[in-house]
């Protein structure tokens, strides 16, 4: 068990749906990471947040957005769902914003399945 | 940002050691090398860190020879339950570097009876 906290686990929805993943991240950890894993893209970065403001971004939809709450959990939305966007989802989460040595903890990740 | 080659895959059997080489031609001088291990529909899972020479942990070893343009994960004695996908990563997400949030392929290990 990383201590990183991913829900719903499983997700069935329509194309054209929106939906919002959340990740709470392990105790103390001030960064938060997305990525998504489909079977033919492997892992991919999506946006990185760092005690609120996002850190860093990488192969993010615009359809997609993210935040970083106060209490440090973090949300991942996906609109306008396309069959493209079933995939697994992680969060990860690390103690800082990335300097050199940093490390990163992932979840059991969110299966997201469009339909 | 430092582009990271493994192998696409790797065959090996009970017991065996098994080394995995990534090269990493462009690596920084800040750069950190990052192993990290995958198992299907699993996040992945820190293997092992360091920066230059031999770092050993109870699960891995590192070796990282003096130029810091490659790097083996050693795994000794493998075991079925060591079959998983193997990422190589390099950098330190600072200075707006992203190197060791980018995985790869990875290398896909197979453990055999």
């Known amino acids: 068990d990383s201590g990183v906290t991913q829900t719903p686990k499983h997700l069935i929805t329509a194309t054209g749906q929106r939906v919002t993943l959340r990740c709470s991240p392990r105790?103390?950890?001030?960064?938060v990471y997305w990525y998504q894993q489909s079977l033919d893209q492997g892992l991919q970065f999506l946006i990185q947040?760092?005690?609120?403001?996002?850190?860093a971004k990488g192969n993010i939809l615009e359809r997609f957005s993210a935040q970083q709450f106060p209490d440090l959990h973090s949300e991942l939305n996906l609109s306008s769902l396309e069959l493209g966007d079933s995939a697994l989802y992680f969060c990860?989460?690390?103690?800082?914003?990335?300097?050199?040595?940093?490390?990163?903890?992932f979840g059991e990740g969110s299966w997201l399945t469009v339909v | 940002l430092a582009k990271t080659t493994q192998p696409i895959s790797m065959d090996s059997y009970e017991g065996q050691e098994v080394n995995i080489t990534c090269s990493h031609n462009?690596?920084?001088?800040?750069?950190?090398i990052t192993w990290y291990q995958q198992f299907p529909s699993q996040g992945p899972r820190f293997i092992i860190q360091g920066y230059k020479t031999k770092v050993t942990n109870e699960v891995a070893s590192l070796f990282i020879p003096a130029d810091r343009k490659s790097s083996t994960l050693s795994l000794p004695r493998v075991s079925l339950s060591d079959t998983a996908v193997y990422y190589c990563l390099v950098g330190t997400n600072y200075g707006g570097s992203q190197g060791n949030l980018i995985f790869g392929k990875g290398t896909k290990l197979s453990v055999k009876p």
């Open positions: 105790s103390g950890d001030l960064s």
């Open positions: 462009n690596i920084a001088t800040n750069d950190y």
């Open positions: 947040y760092y005690n609120g403001e996002e850190r």
């Open positions: 990860a989460s690390s103690p800082n914003q990335g300097a050199a040595g940093n490390t990163i903890y």
